[in-house]
């Protein structure tokens, strides 16, 4: 087999692994009450034969049927950092501000294979592209910012984030980008050999970082979070054999398989880790768990969580499982993976959550439970999930279009046995006492926020239903108030505990801020919106939360910046060009009289003679100077005089 020809059949093992080769319908017991649904591996041995059961699998034709609540800013300065979900968890981004210094990455390139005709003309390839992490000294009192230092990237490594804390810099690595984390077509990584890492830099001298220590992974970058002093990396590996059917569709093939790893040792499956130049196994098997339901332990995929301490990277810790996930919810105490398992027996989904302690570098499995519907959908989903009091609440979907009404979301919240690994619902929504559905008929479910003992969730079809959801009794949640307006948000930040802004796009296609009063949530209220362009106009943010900037108390006055790219309202489809939209949330302590204020945008000049088109955008408030980044190049401007722009820098 080709290593092209092992890529196309990886490929075509995606689009049909994607449906599943095994489920559980939500309702099968744990084959052992006092283990759960995973189990440490009892030896090497037992770990191998679980890899290779996977390898082997036949897959059956019949799945085919199935189609911070506040800026996360370092320690002193009235300046914004990354926008981040949950409180002291950090998560990384292409763009870091420290207070003193922008670090910029560049754009992550796909970079992958492409099929040509055989025309006879010669395949000329693109020159390769010149790419550093560029750290800039701010001056906010002049609004400027000053190129210091370059660390080079090799052509073949994407930066997938950074993290930026006290003197060091930590950069996370790939090789190649396929697409949101989270997508289906993604379910089972076969993209091998493949490689990701990450490198620590001291960058006390920011004109003269060093870098400390480099490691290169095997598999593929899935997601990472940072607390305290703990970076964790998630990834996912499939064993790369060159020969293996890794689409198992004759028993032919099977046999095939078998014959070939009975030769293949446990080392030889395991994904590497290599430092210095010492290529050693990522994972030993009595830190890898594998599951202990027979109807899914035919998954050839290793997820891996490496525990990484800043400021000795050395001594990293890895722990695996041996399943596939396709959605990470990390909060300040454990990380919630999501496992998509199709039931084609139902027609219906059913996800199935594992629970991992973290403390530093230990990472222990809790338990797990399966739900009706699905969780995770790509971009922001994670906000579908919220740990609270120990709690873990969530909101998932279900499809079904044999149905008239052929969507349906639930709301669970679930908590650690303490009798058994496991997570016990305790109770859901709706149920037969509380019979009311989340959402009118036919109603996708778009912005979800957990505050608190509050869920808000926004679905849409015509109009957008705000819901808030009582969760102050986790034994009995219910439908509190809800509020109908015209368009919809895909992104909720509270203001304060009674004022919650959306972000999303207007019935008429325009990107539309909303300002809701939810004092009361019996009886939600909007306190003014604002709409940006026409049909066709979008806001980076509302897909990427670090899109989004919030500076709270200047003054009694909050402030916050949108990234937009703008279609005239006209519904011409004239595209007016990339700006950075500055706006205040005022009175914001007096819930009745608050209110959004717009102050202008950042407009910078464009290359040629028609507006750029932006790919990146982020934004950082420091007192009165706003920096903003697009793409590569760094602007900034005045908060009082947003039209007048600095720059490039």
Same mark, same amino acid.
């Given at each position: 087999?080709?290593? $092209? ?38 030896d ?14 036949m897959?059956s ?5 199935l ?6 800013? +370092? ?45 006879g ?7 390769p ?30 930066v ?10 930590v950069?996370l ?8 984390f ?58 790369? $054999?060159d ?18 790893? +009975?030769?293949?040792t ?48 050395? +001594?990293f ?29 139902l ?76 997570l ?12 009311e ?16 003992d ?11 239903p ?48 909303? $300002? ?71 009175d ?31 934004a ?13 190049t ?9 039209s ?6």
């Amino acid at each position: 087999m080709t290593k $092209l020809t092992a890529i196309l059949s990886g490929i075509v093992f995606l689009a049909l692994a994607g449906c599943g080769s095994s489920s559980n319908s939500g309702g099968t017991p744990d084959p052992d009450p006092t283990v759960g649904l995973l189990s440490l591996a009892t030896d090497a041995a037992a770990l191998e034969a679980s890899i290779k059961d996977g390898l082997t699998a036949m897959s059956s034709e019949e799945q085919l049927a199935l189609a911070g609540p506040a800026a996360d800013a +370092a320690a002193g300065g009235n300046f914004t950092g990354t926008y981040t979900q949950e409180r002291n968890v950090d998560e990384f981004d292409a763009v870091r501000y420290d207070g003193e210094h922008l670090f910029v990455a560049p754009r992550r390139y796909f970079q992958c294979c492409f099929l040509a005709v055989d025309s006879g003309a010669p395949i000329i390839e693109p020159p390769p592209i010149e790419r550093s992490i560029r750290i800039l000294a701010t001056d906010p009192a002049n609004g400027s910012a000053d190129l210091v230092s370059e660390i080079p990237l090799e052509n073949d490594v994407s930066v997938q984030g950074m993290y930026t804390a006290g003197d060091k810099m930590v950069a996370l690595t790939g090789q190649s980008v396929y697409g949101t984390f989270g997508e289906l077509w993604a379910d089972i990584a076969i993209w091998a050999p493949e490689k990701l890492g990450f490198r620590v830099y001291d960058v006390a001298d920011a004109a003269n970082p060093t870098l400390e220590f480099e490691a290169t992974i095997d598999g593929v970058f899935v997601e990472s979070r940072r607390i305290g002093n703990t970076v964790y990396i998630i990834s996912r590996y499939t064993p790369w $054999l060159d020969g293996l059917h890794y689409y198992v569709a004759t028993a032919a093939q099977q046999v095939e398989n078998q014959a070939l790893l +009975a030769d293949v040792t446990l080392d030889d499956l395991l994904p590497k880790i290599t430092v210095a130049g010492e290529t050693r196994p990522l994972v030993q098997p009595d830190r890898c768990y594998v599951t202990t339901d027979a109807a899914s332990s035919d998954h050839p995929v290793i997820t891996s969580v490496t525990a990484v301490p800043i400021d000795n990277p050395s +001594a990293f810790e890895t722990t695996c499982y041996k399943e596939n996930a396709y959605g990470v919810y990390v909060s300040e105490t454990a990380l919630y993976f999501t496992e998509h398992r199709p039931d084609p027996s139902l027609t219906r989904n059913v996800t199935r959550i594992h629970k991992f302690a973290l403390a530093g570098t230990d990472v222990r499995y809790r338990g797990s439970a399966d739900v009706n519907g699905m969780v995770w959908r790509g971009g922001q989903a994670d906000f579908r999930m919220s740990e609270h009091n120990g709690d873990l609440r969530l909101l998932s979907t279900q499809w079904d279009w044999n149905n008239e009404d052929f969507v349906d979301h639930y709301l669970y919240i679930l908590r650690e046995s303490s009798a058994r690994p496991h997570l016990e619902i305790v109770s859901t929504l709706p149920n037969d006492s509380r019979p009311e559905e989340i959402g009118k008929p036919n109603e996708s479910l778009y912005g979800v926020r957990f505050l608190g003992d509050v869920a808000y969730a926004v679905t849409f079809q015509q109009i957008d239903p705000l819901y808030a959801i009582d969760l102050s009794n986790p034994a009995d949640p219910f439908i509190a108030g809800e509020l109908e307006v015209t368009g919809f948000s895909d992104f909720l930040h509270p203001v304060t505990d009674d004022l919650l802004l959306g972000l999303g796009m207007d019935a008429t296609g325009g990107v539309k801020l909303e $300002l809701f009063d939810v004092s009361n949530i019996a009886q939600p209220l909007s306190r003014g919106s604002a709409v940006l362009g026409g049909r066709g106009s979008y806001s980076e943010a509302r897909w990427d939360r670090h899109a989004f900037t919030y500076q709270a108390d200047v003054n009694g006055i909050d402030r916050f910046t949108i990234p937009a790219q703008i279609y005239a309202a006209d519904g011409s489809w004239q595209y007016l060009g990339a700006s950075l939209y500055l706006f205040e949330s005022r009175d914001k302590n007096m819930p009745a009289l608050a209110a959004l204020n717009s102050v202008g945008s950042i407009s910078p000049p464009s290359v040629g003679s028609t507006p750029d088109w932006v790919e990146r955008s982020r934004a950082f408030i420091h007192d009165d100077t706003v920096y903003y980044i697009r793409d590569e190049t760094v602007w900034s401007a005045f908060w009082p005089t947003p039209s007048i722009v600095n720059g490039p820098f």
